[in-house]
């Protein structure tokens, strides 16, 4: 599976952005997307999943209400529409996909995850 991220860009912070994951590969092979970023100096950080199947979503305390995960079957792609933006959320996001379907418990791991796309970057001013 290859995957490819594309959307991010420089946005004022309480503004909006949607980013794009295409897929390559059979669907067998992705049971699982999920969105990471990871900011200057930290760790990376789970922030959205989707079952490929049923569309089942997760998402991270500290986007919920502002982040909506989706996925298009026929595009093969999956997307994070972030809204109210803020400059914490600025960071490197990469899109990842597991072989397997998770357990709720393990789709924050990036651990689970086969593989990963190239990132893109956001950054949210102030």
């Known amino acids: 599976v290859q995957l490819q991220a594309s959307g991010g860009g420089l946005v004022h912070s309480g503004g909006s952005l949607r980013l794009s994951c295409v897929a390559s590969?059979?669907?067998?092979?992705?049971?699982?997307m999920g969105w990471f970023r990871q900011a200057p100096g930290k760790e990376r950080e789970f922030v959205a999943g989707i079952t490929w199947s049923l569309g089942h979503t997760y998402y991270a305390d500290s986007v919920k209400g502002r982040f909506t995960i989706s996925r298009d079957n026929a595009k093969i792609t999956v997307y994070l529409q972030m809204n109210s933006l803020k400059p914490e959320d600025t960071a490197v996001y990469y899109c990842a996909a597991a072989r397997t379907p998770l357990y709720s418990t393990h789709v924050a791991s990036g651990d689970e995850y086969n593989y990963w796309g190239q990132g893109t970057q956001v950054t949210v001013s102030s």
């Open positions: 590969g059979g669907t067998l092979s992705r049971q699982m």
